[in-house]
């Protein structure tokens, strides 16, 4: 980001410059999100080995802690004190930390009760570090905000990638050393002073709300993020059962890598797209462009293809959920920060318990069956039909705002500009006078 993006005279308290803030802010992001993805493809053979418990077990407590993650999301969003809670910014990576300490821990309980106090660290600095990104880059606060959104997306990805390969070469032995970096981290945020940031919170300009149809949007935000999650849990089962001699955990950690990758670098270029064409016609074409993907994912001959069927998976649905971001910003319906909340933290919460849901169905057949793992992500096909269906009827909706069918924003007047939010993708331009 250039130095202007990080220009404000509103943030005070820092011991560093706002650039550096706002890179140290990327790397909280990035690092609580890599977290996140570290048990990502070890469900099965480590996990179900460490814990000698079945894999629905095992999915029940990843599942509980992603679906945590998500709630703490909007509860810590909307209960948080209108200055913000800046010790977040300290606190959160070594509490995110703590998953890499499962392996020290033989029990399930145990290890709950570290994912638990790791779930809080991860959810809680999205809304404090978002916060402080738009605080920091006023000037051009849609393009940093899309810039920490992809770090997140990068963190989880490489977590997956990481996370594979060490279970693949070593278990879970020597696992915790993955938790050293947090530290250094959170001292370099400590000595930058981000606990003593203030000003960064900005509670006017709501955004105009002009669109209708929040529970459709919310639907189809569910049915995005269930896609996501049951992809991302069970390619590395898939490969370790389908492939048992092939190193399926790392096979899969890639592909999940693949994925989150392209699904950052094209949400940038979808989301050019659907400032001319509209987020719901752009996102229903992403829906049905995944179908193939998917398919070759599902019946590959080889394991060494499925990164480059993960390829196409990012760049079709792993880009989607920010156009859904991008609408929900001007759907009526509850306050801003609720209805953003449950657009993403309540999407991905349902996501997770689609993930419990199918562990506990793999549970009835047995151990190494492929099959019951084809069906469940067999059923990912369906939701991308389905998906398609409902973003093109929402696409085609009467506008309300005096544009043309299928263009997102309202029409700029000289009461709306000043308290436009922008989107990710927007272009960056002046602020506007009130």
Request: with cysteine; proline share 6%; aromatic share 8%.
């Amino acid at each position: 980001m250039s130095g202007e993006a990080a220009e404000t005279g509103a943030v005070r308290g820092l011991r560093c410059s706002p650039r550096t803030a706002f890179v140290l802010l990327v790397l909280l992001h990035f690092t609580v999100d890599f977290y996140g993805g570290l048990t990502t493809p070890i469900l099965e053979p480590t996990l179900t080995e460490h814990f000698r418990r079945d894999i629905g077990a095992v999915a029940t407590l990843i599942g509980a802690w992603s679906l945590l993650i998500n709630i703490v999301q909007p509860l810590v969003g909307g209960l948080m004190s209108r200055r913000g809670l800046p010790i977040i910014l300290v606190a959160a990576a070594p509490l995110a930390a703590l998953t890499a300490l499962i392996g020290l821990t033989p029990t399930l309980p145990g290890a709950a009760a570290l994912l638990f106090c790791s779930a809080i660290g991860i959810g809680v600095l999205h809304p404090e570090a978002a916060l402080a990104v738009h605080g920091l880059s006023a000037r051009r606060a849609g393009a940093a905000v899309g810039f920490f959104m992809a770090a997140g997306y990068f963190g989880f990805s490489i977590g997956a990638l990481a996370g594979g390969a060490w279970a693949e070469a070593w278990r879970l032995r020597g696992f915790w050393l993955l938790a050293l970096p947090s530290l250094l981290l959170a001292f370099g945020a400590a000595r930058a002073g981000l606990h003593r940031m203030e000003g960064h919170v900005e509670e006017n300009g709501a955004g105009v709300e002009t669109e209708r149809g929040l529970p459709a949007l919310m639907a189809l935000g569910f049915g995005t993020a269930t896609i996501m999650c049951l992809l991302a849990r069970f390619i590395a089962v898939l490969l370790v059962r389908r492939f048992p001699d092939s190193a399926g955990q790392g096979w899969g950690g890639a592909t999940v890598f693949a994925t989150g990758i392209t699904g950052a670098l094209g949400a940038f270029g979808w989301g050019a797209l659907a400032d001319r064409r509209g987020p719901m016609r752009v996102l229903s074409g992403l829906q049905l462009a995944a179908l193939p993907f998917l398919g070759l994912l599902l019946w590959t001959p080889r394991i060494a293809w499925t990164p480059l069927w993960g390829l196409g998976l990012g760049a079709t649905i792993g880009s989607a959920f920010p156009l859904v971001v991008v609408r929900a910003r001007r759907t009526r319906g509850f306050s801003p920060r609720l209805r953003m909340g449950l657009t993403i933290g309540g999407a991905w919460g349902m996501g997770e318990i689609a993930f419990i849901g199918a562990g506990r169905y793999l549970k009835g057949f047995a151990e190494g069956d492929p099959r019951p793992v084809e069906r469940v992500l067999a059923l990912c096909g369906a939701l991308l039909l389905f998906n398609a269906a409902l973003a093109w009827r929402l696409g085609r909706r009467p506008p309300e705002n005096g544009k043309a069918p299928g263009e997102s924003s309202p029409r700029r007047t000289p009461e709306n500009m000043a308290d436009r939010e922008h989107s990710p993708y927007d272009r960056p331009r002046e602020p506007t006078a009130r």
